[in-house]
């Protein structure tokens, strides 16, 4: 059987732009702009909301205006080990969306809208996440948010995961699937 190449990944780390140096600083092999920009979004924002909380950090808390964003950015933009495409903080985007906002099933291909009633609610995205704190103190508040048991319809259930796997069959594979003594009797025919 004949296995195909995928080069992107080759082609992105080696057509990334890195930043060598920066005010005057030298980063040695490069830093990802992509990675460094995120890191600079992020801790602006962080570091913004923080001033107009709390005010100027102190010895004690400077930790905390910093390290989140740092964390954030270290961890957030190494590659995915689900897929390969991504960053972390996308896979970690797409799972808060899901878990707040949900996700429309698709009917039919595509062919018919989903209903409301459709739709996976709160608890059934939210139950292996939750069991741990339905036991604490929280559980009151947690049941409250998640929705009654009876808000489940019986045929929703987790997402199925498709994972296909597509294969190239090329002369000689399919010469060896129908046979060669097949593929004369048909010669013989025409």
């Known amino acids: 059987m004949r296995t195909g190449t ?3 990944r080759h082609f992105q780390t080696a057509t990334e732009t890195k930043q060598h140096e920066l005010l005057g600083l030298d980063l ?3 830093t990802p702009r992509r990675a460094l920009i995120l890191g600079l979004v992020l801790f602006a ?3 913004g909301l923080l001033l107009l909380l709390f005010g100027l950090p102190s010895e004690i808390t400077f930790t905390l205006y910093l390290l989140p964003p740092l964390l954030t950015t270290y961890y957030g933009t190494q590659r995915s080990t689900k897929l390969d495409r ?3 903080i996308a896979n970690w985007a797409i799972t808060v969306r899901y878990l707040v906002l949900g996700h429309r099933p698709i009917i039919s291909g595509g062919r018919r809208a989903a209903t409301r009633s459709e739709w996976l609610p709160r608890r059934a995205r939210w139950a292996s996440r939750t069991e741990f704190l339905l036991d604490t103190a929280l559980g009151p508040l947690v049941e409250r948010w998640l929705g009654e048991d009876a808000d489940v ?3 929703a259930g987790a997402p199925i995961r498709l994972d296909a796997r597509p ?3 090329g002369p000689d594979a399919v010469v060896k699937a129908y046979g060669r003594k097949a593929l ?4 013989d025919k025409r």
């Open 6 to 8: 995928t080069y992107t």
């Open 153 to 155: 319809p019986a045929g």
């Open 184 to 187: 004369a009797q048909q010669g």
């Open 167 to 169: 294969r190239l069959y």
């Open 28 to 30: 040695g092999e490069g």
């Open 86 to 88: 991504r960053w972390n």
């Open 45 to 47: 924002a962080w570091v």
